[in-house]
């Protein structure tokens, strides 16, 4: 069965650093495009990055400058590196992978990792 798997969250002061980590395991064949998505209390999910194997990479405006996604492929990994926080990034972020198993392509999720960031 695949699994994800985040790590990472925490509480920050604003303006520090957090660095996500989302780990695929389970019997993967290919990971096309890898996710993070965030969801504040009372907002809806929202797409913060997102990464294809090739590397082609896609931020929501509202972290443009700030956050950073990278993978590697070969630990089936999606990292999301967060600098310059701000208390409006409070959510849990989770990570989905559009991936091939031994049933075929599907998507799949992480149970999420809470960020908070205090003022």
């Known amino acids: 069965q695949v699994q994800l798997v985040e790590s990472g969250g925490g509480l920050v002061q604003a303006g520090g650093s957090l660095r996500l980590s989302c780990v695929a395991s389970g019997r993967i064949l290919s990971i096309k495009t890898m996710y993070w998505y965030r969801q504040a209390p009372g907002k809806e999910r929202e797409l913060v990055a997102s990464?294809?194997?090739?590397?082609?990479?896609n931020y929501a405006d509202s972290v443009k400058g700030r956050f950073i996604i990278s993978r590697d492929n070969a630990k089936n990994t999606v990292y999301l590196q967060m600098n310059s926080l701000e208390p409006e990034d409070t959510a849990v972020y989770s990570c989905?992978?559009?991936?091939?198993?031994?049933?075929?392509?599907?998507?799949?999720w992480g149970q999420g990792t809470q960020v908070t960031v205090s003022s």
């Open positions: 990464i294809t194997s090739g590397g082609n990479i």
């Open positions: 989905r992978a559009y991936l091939q198993g031994v049933r075929g392509w599907a998507n799949y």
